[in-house]
């Protein structure tokens, strides 16, 4: 082992070196990726020699998604303290499930999801687990909204058309959860946005009061706390009115932003959090944990039992079934992907978090004045999101975003709102500074300055 170690230390070094010349890998195209690479696995072993220098290759040529030049999705940078708890998670290879397998990293669990409990101002009764995404989290809240439901719907199957409802622009988990939980894709209902991105609420209200009238059964609404686009939040305070008037479970999806519990300056975005039936949240996007840190809390932990738990006499052999975790959680086999937040939290403390959280509203800002002093930029995004969406001198955002990655210049990615696609540059990396934003735009422009034929 410690020869391997040795060997992963060589090679993170040299990728550490690699990243600060090169902080874009020379682009692959598909077509000759295994003819850059070799990735063919064989009878026979290969030497220590060949087997350092095809990893060397491999690491050296795969996307850096830490570096000042990665914006391409909602993750980036690299925590060291963190990366030390998912190193430690992988060597100890603790399982999950029990007590008996994982020992005091239990403890760690329950510690970081009581903390984001306490945050919220939830107490005793509220409680969380770990997924492997924000997809996974969406989907357990979508179980236990229809266990809530209809508590039938784990013995025999769904018995009523239950509807879930949704922003347009929402994830595009929840159809796939509608289909993997029985609800079904057709008995989604993508309630239109506001001018801000925002779910319409009276929308919303007219299309519950027309299902019911129907005899459908209304079961939950996924609210979002940062739209994989525009970065903005639904309006919370109103939703859960309206869910407590017609019994609809509200889940809030903070996969990208809702990590702005930790932000004085910024929690009033999810003003009424509190109020939600379950929250979903990834450390791995704002907090800047490795992948993948996805957690979910729900106010009241009898969901988590109704809809997760299961006896297995050979994996449950103790008592104290609070800490066996297995009895809450989606998977069996799970590792601790708690252990890198938990090391971050404990080593910046909560004060730490904040500030993560706001840099990356600051950078933010230096993004959208930049553009805003450029008449050649167009500013399509708004206040208080991490998300810039912007066009450069009406060239098509898909062609500059394309070029940027085959140039092996920048990764950033388009999206749309409406009828407009523009560049998303996501400022979700708390290790850039303000020249590094302001880098990105020069970059961009002096790759269209030289590269006119091109454009
Ligand atoms: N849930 C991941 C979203 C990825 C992206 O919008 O870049």
């Known amino acids: 082992m410690n020869n391997t170690l040795s060997i992963f230390n060589e090679i993170v070094s040299e990728l550490l070196q690699d990243e600060k010349i090169n902080p874009v890998s020379k682009h692959v195209p598909v077509d000759e990726l295994y003819e850059t690479i070799d990735l063919s696995l064989q009878e026979k072993p290969i030497s220590e020699t060949e087997f350092k220098s095809t990893l060397k290759s491999l690491v050296l040529k795969s996307p850096k998604t830490a570096t000042n030049a990665f914006f391409n999705q909602l993750f980036g940078g690299r925590n060291d303290k963190a990366v030390l708890g998912d190193l430690l998670s992988v060597m100890l290879n603790n399982s999950m ?21 306490e945050v919220i101002g939830w107490g005793q009764n509220s409680n969380g687990t770990v997924a492997p995404g924000g997809s996974m989290t969406n989907f357990m809240a979508m179980l236990m909204a229809r266990d809530a439901k209809n508590s039938r719907a784990p013995f025999e199957g769904i018995q009523h058309n239950m509807i879930i409802y949704t922003s347009t622009d929402s994830h595009y988990s929840v159809p796939k959860n509608a289909a993997f939980s029985g ?14 991105g925002k779910i319409n609420t009276e929308e919303l209200e007219k299309t519950i009061q027309e299902d019911i009238k129907k005899g459908l059964v209304p079961t939950m609404l996924n609210a979002t706390a940062g739209t994989t686009v525009l970065g903005v939040f639904d309006d919370i305070i109103a939703l859960s009115t309206i869910c407590e008037k017609y019994n609809v479970w509200l889940h809030a999806d903070g ?180 020249e590094d934003i302001i880098g990105f735009f020069k970059v961009l422009e002096d790759f269209i300055e030289y590269n006119k034929e091109l454009f």
């Not at 029990?98 to 990293?105: I, N, R, S, V, W």
């Not at 989604?188 to 946005?193: E, L, P, Q």
């Not at 979903?280 to 944990?289: E, Q, Y």
């Not at 992907?337 to 950078?363: M, R, Y």
């Open 255 to 434: 996969a990208y932003c809702g990590s702005v519990i930790f932000s004085t300056n910024y929690k009033f975005l999810i003003n009424g959090i509190e109020k939600v039936d379950s929250f979903s949240f990834n450390a791995h996007k704002m907090i800047g944990t490795p992948l993948s840190c996805s957690l979910i809390v729900v106010k009241d932990k009898e969901h988590l039992y109704n809809s997760f738990s299961n006896d297995a006499s050979y994996l449950y052999q103790t008592d104290h079934d609070e800490f066996n975790l297995g009895k809450t959680s989606l998977q069996c086999g799970r590792r601790n992907d708690a252990l890198k937040f938990w090391t971050l939290w404990k080593s910046v403390g909560t004060e730490g978090l904040e500030k993560i959280v706001d840099k990356q509203f600051e950078l933010a800002d230096v993004a959208r004045n930049y553009i805003k002093n450029n008449s050649d930029y167009t500013l399509y995004s708004f206040e208080n999101s991490i998300s810039v969406c912007f066009n450069y001198k009406d060239i098509p955002a898909k062609k500059i975003c394309t070029l940027l990655y085959e140039n092996s210049k920048l990764l950033v990615g388009y999206g749309t709102f409406g009828d407009n696609e523009f560049i998303r540059l996501v400022t979700i990396n708390a290790q850039n500074k303000k």
């Open 97 to 117: 499930y029990t007590y008996k397998a994982a020992g005091p990293q239990i403890g760690v669990e329950k510690v970081v999801i009581d903390k984001v409990c």
């Open 183 to 196: 609800i079904g894709r057709n008995n989604v209902r993508y309630i239109s946005v506001d001018s801000y």
